[in-house]
Protein backbone atom coordinates (compact mmCIF):
# COMPACT_ATOMS: atom_id res chain seq x y z
CA UNK A 1 0.00 0.00 0.00
CA UNK A 2 1.16 3.31 -0.69
CA UNK A 3 2.38 5.34 2.43
CA UNK A 4 1.29 9.31 2.84
CA UNK A 5 3.93 11.74 1.58
CA UNK A 6 4.27 12.16 5.65
CA UNK A 7 7.00 11.91 6.22
CA UNK A 8 10.80 12.50 4.75
CA UNK A 9 14.50 10.85 5.20
CA UNK A 10 16.13 12.12 7.77
CA UNK A 11 19.85 12.28 7.11
CA UNK A 12 21.63 8.95 7.85
CA UNK A 13 25.07 7.02 7.52
CA UNK A 14 24.11 6.92 3.21
CA UNK A 15 23.44 10.75 3.16
CA UNK A 16 27.13 11.54 5.33
CA UNK A 17 28.72 9.63 2.68
CA UNK A 18 27.75 10.77 -0.60
CA UNK A 19 28.14 14.44 1.41
CA UNK A 20 32.05 13.68 2.15
CA UNK A 21 32.38 13.22 -1.64
CA UNK A 22 31.56 16.60 -2.82
CA UNK A 23 33.24 18.41 0.15
CA UNK A 24 35.61 19.70 -2.63
CA UNK A 25 33.32 20.33 -5.36
CA UNK A 26 32.60 24.11 -6.46
CA UNK A 27 31.18 25.78 -9.11
CA UNK A 28 27.92 27.38 -11.01
CA UNK A 29 25.54 25.48 -11.11
CA UNK A 30 24.03 22.39 -8.87
CA UNK A 31 21.47 19.87 -8.81
CA UNK A 32 20.13 17.58 -5.98
CA UNK A 33 17.76 15.05 -7.19
CA UNK A 34 15.57 13.18 -4.38
CA UNK A 35 17.12 15.92 -1.45
CA UNK A 36 14.67 14.49 1.35
CA UNK A 37 15.50 16.86 4.02
CA UNK A 38 17.37 19.17 1.87
CA UNK A 39 21.34 18.03 3.98
CA UNK A 40 23.01 17.64 0.45
CA UNK A 41 21.60 20.76 -1.10
CA UNK A 42 22.25 22.54 1.91
CA UNK A 43 26.17 21.52 1.63
CA UNK A 44 26.13 22.35 -2.09
CA UNK A 45 24.41 25.80 -1.40
CA UNK A 46 27.94 27.29 -0.16
CA UNK A 47 29.99 25.80 -2.78
CA UNK A 48 27.96 26.86 -6.51
CA UNK A 49 26.19 30.06 -6.95
CA UNK A 50 23.04 28.69 -7.86
CA UNK A 51 21.78 24.90 -6.34
CA UNK A 52 18.48 23.53 -7.06
CA UNK A 53 16.65 20.60 -5.17
CA UNK A 54 13.75 18.56 -6.23
CA UNK A 55 12.20 15.45 -4.22
CA UNK A 56 8.88 13.35 -5.39
CA UNK A 57 7.93 13.90 -1.61
CA UNK A 58 6.24 17.47 -1.51
CA UNK A 59 6.78 17.39 2.31
CA UNK A 60 10.16 16.40 2.31
CA UNK A 61 10.65 19.65 0.04
CA UNK A 62 8.65 21.80 2.73
CA UNK A 63 11.23 20.55 4.76
CA UNK A 64 14.07 21.10 2.35
CA UNK A 65 12.44 24.89 2.15
CA UNK A 66 13.45 25.78 5.64
CA UNK A 67 17.24 25.57 4.55
CA UNK A 68 17.49 25.49 0.63
CA UNK A 69 16.07 28.23 -1.32
CA UNK A 70 15.33 26.58 -5.23
CA UNK A 71 12.87 23.41 -4.07
CA UNK A 72 10.92 22.08 -7.08
CA UNK A 73 8.17 19.06 -6.55
CA UNK A 74 8.91 16.86 -9.75
CA UNK A 75 10.32 13.39 -11.16
CA UNK A 76 14.15 13.79 -10.65
CA UNK A 77 15.12 16.74 -13.10
CA UNK A 78 12.16 16.65 -15.68
CA UNK A 79 10.89 20.20 -15.12
CA UNK A 80 14.49 21.54 -15.23
CA UNK A 81 15.54 23.42 -18.65
CA UNK A 82 19.02 24.06 -17.54
CA UNK A 83 22.72 22.31 -17.34
CA UNK A 84 24.18 21.84 -14.23
CA UNK A 85 27.71 21.34 -13.78
CA UNK A 86 27.28 18.75 -10.52
CA UNK A 87 24.10 16.70 -10.14
CA UNK A 88 24.26 14.39 -7.04
CA UNK A 89 21.72 11.95 -5.85
CA UNK A 90 21.21 9.67 -3.15
CA UNK A 91 19.25 6.92 -4.68
CA UNK A 92 16.43 5.00 -3.80
CA UNK A 93 18.09 1.79 -4.39
CA UNK A 94 16.27 -1.36 -2.39
CA UNK A 95 14.68 -3.75 -4.30
CA UNK A 96 10.51 -3.84 -3.97
CA UNK A 97 7.86 -5.07 -5.82
CA UNK A 98 6.21 -1.71 -5.65
CA UNK A 99 6.89 1.61 -4.36
CA UNK A 100 5.45 1.65 -0.97
CA UNK A 101 7.99 4.21 0.08
CA UNK A 102 9.85 6.64 -2.26
CA UNK A 103 12.77 7.11 0.10
CA UNK A 104 13.80 3.53 -0.72
CA UNK A 105 12.18 1.57 -2.63
CA UNK A 106 13.87 0.63 -6.32
CA UNK A 107 11.89 -1.93 -7.75
CA UNK A 108 13.08 -4.90 -10.01
CA UNK A 109 17.01 -5.15 -8.64
CA UNK A 110 17.27 -1.85 -7.30
CA UNK A 111 16.81 -0.12 -11.25
CA UNK A 112 13.71 0.92 -11.77
CA UNK A 113 13.87 3.78 -10.04
CA UNK A 114 17.46 4.39 -10.33
CA UNK A 115 17.52 3.99 -13.95
CA UNK A 116 14.37 6.83 -14.17
CA UNK A 117 16.42 8.88 -12.05
CA UNK A 118 19.45 8.97 -13.43
CA UNK A 119 18.03 9.20 -17.10
CA UNK A 120 16.40 12.39 -16.76
CA UNK A 121 19.68 13.51 -15.02
CA UNK A 122 21.38 12.74 -18.14
CA UNK A 123 19.47 15.17 -19.68
CA UNK A 124 20.40 17.95 -17.83
CA UNK A 125 24.13 17.99 -16.94
CA UNK A 126 26.47 19.71 -18.77
CA UNK A 127 29.15 18.11 -21.00
CA UNK A 128 32.38 17.12 -19.23
CA UNK A 129 29.81 18.10 -16.26
CA UNK A 130 29.48 15.13 -12.93
CA UNK A 131 26.16 13.24 -11.86
CA UNK A 132 27.21 11.44 -8.39
CA UNK A 133 25.20 9.29 -6.99
CA UNK A 134 25.34 6.37 -4.44
CA UNK A 135 23.58 2.72 -4.61
CA UNK A 136 24.65 0.03 -2.81
CA UNK A 137 25.84 -3.92 -3.31
CA UNK A 138 21.58 -4.55 -2.42
CA UNK A 139 20.93 -3.22 -6.06
CA UNK A 140 22.15 -4.89 -9.13
CA UNK A 141 24.95 -1.93 -9.31
CA UNK A 142 26.66 -3.42 -12.25
CA UNK A 143 23.64 -3.12 -14.63
CA UNK A 144 23.30 0.41 -13.42
CA UNK A 145 27.29 1.31 -14.15
CA UNK A 146 26.21 -0.46 -17.60
CA UNK A 147 23.04 2.01 -17.88
CA UNK A 148 24.98 5.11 -17.14
CA UNK A 149 27.60 4.37 -19.90
CA UNK A 150 24.97 4.10 -22.07
CA UNK A 151 23.83 7.21 -21.04
CA UNK A 152 26.57 8.81 -22.39
CA UNK A 153 28.74 8.92 -19.63
CA UNK A 154 32.13 7.71 -18.13
CA UNK A 155 31.93 5.94 -14.98
CA UNK A 156 34.20 5.16 -12.02
CA UNK A 157 33.01 3.80 -8.55
CA UNK A 158 35.38 6.27 -6.09
CA UNK A 159 34.27 4.87 -2.77
CA UNK A 160 32.86 1.51 -0.99
CA UNK A 161 31.70 1.80 2.30
CA UNK A 162 30.93 -1.53 4.19
CA UNK A 163 27.85 -1.50 6.49
CA UNK A 164 26.87 -4.18 8.31
CA UNK A 165 24.41 -5.55 6.00
CA UNK A 166 25.37 -4.13 2.96
CA UNK A 167 27.82 -1.89 1.49
CA UNK A 168 27.43 1.78 -0.12
CA UNK A 169 28.26 2.37 -3.28
CA UNK A 170 29.41 5.87 -4.23
CA UNK A 171 29.96 6.47 -7.91
CA UNK A 172 31.40 9.20 -10.43
CA UNK A 173 29.87 10.39 -13.93
CA UNK A 174 31.23 12.42 -16.14
CA UNK A 175 29.62 13.51 -18.81
CA UNK A 176 31.25 12.95 -22.26
C1 LIG B 1 17.45 7.77 0.12
S1 LIG B 1 16.46 9.24 0.16
C2 LIG B 1 17.76 10.47 0.16
C3 LIG B 1 17.36 11.78 0.79
C4 LIG B 1 18.51 12.80 0.91
N1 LIG B 1 19.05 13.15 -0.37
C5 LIG B 1 19.61 12.26 1.78
O1 LIG B 1 20.66 11.89 1.23
O2 LIG B 1 19.42 12.18 3.01
C6 LIG B 1 15.85 9.31 -1.52
C7 LIG B 1 14.99 10.54 -1.83
O3 LIG B 1 14.63 10.50 -3.22
C8 LIG B 1 13.27 10.89 -3.36
N2 LIG B 1 12.77 10.33 -4.63
C9 LIG B 1 12.41 9.05 -4.89
N3 LIG B 1 12.04 8.91 -6.16
C10 LIG B 1 12.18 10.14 -6.73
C11 LIG B 1 11.94 10.64 -8.04
N4 LIG B 1 11.50 9.86 -9.02
N5 LIG B 1 12.19 11.95 -8.27
C12 LIG B 1 12.62 12.77 -7.27
N6 LIG B 1 12.86 12.35 -6.02
C13 LIG B 1 12.64 11.05 -5.75
C14 LIG B 1 12.59 10.35 -2.12
O4 LIG B 1 11.34 10.98 -1.85
C15 LIG B 1 13.67 10.62 -1.06
O5 LIG B 1 13.52 11.90 -0.49
Known amino acids: ?33 GTGSGFLARILS ?21 IVENCICC ?22 KEIADTAVDGLTD ?3 VTTNIIKSASKVV ?3 GKLVYLTSSLANYQELVRRTENLGFS ?9 FFEELILVECVKL
Open 1 to 33: MQKKYDEYYKPAEDTLFLADSIQNEKGSTALDI
Open 110 to 112: GLG
Open 75 to 96: NAADTLNCNFDLVVCNLPYLPS
Open 126 to 128: RRN
Open 155 to 163: VKIIAKKSL
Open 46 to 66: GKFEFVVATDINFRALKKAHE
